[in-house]
């Protein structure tokens, strides 16, 4: 089966800080990829996604980053805010199925 | 915004029941998902349907069926619960075609085996 791991199961940073969150996959077919973030007692929230034919894509305050050559995906958060606590995790899309890693947590402290 | 409706947000059944969860969604998208969620597993594919009347096994069908009578409603069923169902229960939907399209969630229904 599919391996999608992240680097660290935990992560803690300072309100106003810059968060990054890795990932690793294993299928270099893979060619679209998602960031999700679930909260406490909510179901996954789509954060941002790429696709393979690119590096680098930005939305509002996150960043994805693309590597395909070493397989890894990351998460840029600026200016990281309370509101930000959560677990995030990383999909990727192959063969029309998709494959989760299993979450680092994130956690803002004030 | 996609609206992805999950009937129970907790449940309690016991050993032996027959167990039916409910998702609806409103953006009238072909494709529908049934997950669970374990610690330290990630989630994990149980069922999906590209269209009415269709399913497809995922990555642990056994123990759960599914039906998919109208476009927007995926109900997950299981036959006869067990304690090692117990588990967090995702319902995701997408748009048809390539693989390339998010899949959007619902909040979860946890179920409890005794």
């Known amino acids: 089966g599919e391996s999608v791991g992240l680097h660290l199961p935990t992560l803690s940073v300072q309100e106003g800080d810059n968060s990054i969150i890795n990932c690793a996959y294993s299928n270099s077919a893979s060619d679209y990829f998602i960031w999700y973030k679930q909260e406490s007692g909510k179901g996954p929230q789509f954060i941002i996604d790429i696709r393979s034919n690119m590096d680098k894509r930005q939305g509002q305050r996150v960043t994805v980053l693309l590597n395909k050559t070493v397989k890894h995906l990351s998460l840029q958060i600026a200016a990281t805010q309370p509101g930000d606590s959560a677990v995030y995790f990383c999909?990727?899309?192959?063969?029309?199925?998709?494959?989760f890693g299993t979450g680092t947590s994130l956690t803002v402290i004030p | 915004d996609v609206k992805v409706t999950q009937s129970s947000r907790y449940l309690v059944k016991r050993t032996g029941e027959k167990v039916f969860l409910e998702c609806v969604q409103d953006?009238?998208?072909?494709?529908m998902f049934w997950y669970r969620q374990d610690p330290g597993l990630g989630l994990r594919l149980i069922y999906f349907?590209?269209?009415?009347?269709?399913?497809e096994k995922g990555d642990i069908p056994e123990g759960y069926s599914v039906s998919r009578e109208k476009k927007e409603r995926f109900s997950l069923i299981l036959e006869s619960a067990s304690t090692n169902q117990t588990s967090m229960y995702l319902c995701a939907s997408s748009f048809g075609g390539q693989g390339d399209q998010p899949q959007h969630f619902g909040d979860g229904t946890r179920l409890s085996i005794l």
């Open positions: 349907s590209y269209d009415v009347k269709m399913k």
């Open positions: 999909a990727e899309n192959t063969g029309n199925q998709f494959y």
């Open positions: 953006m009238d998208h072909e494709n």
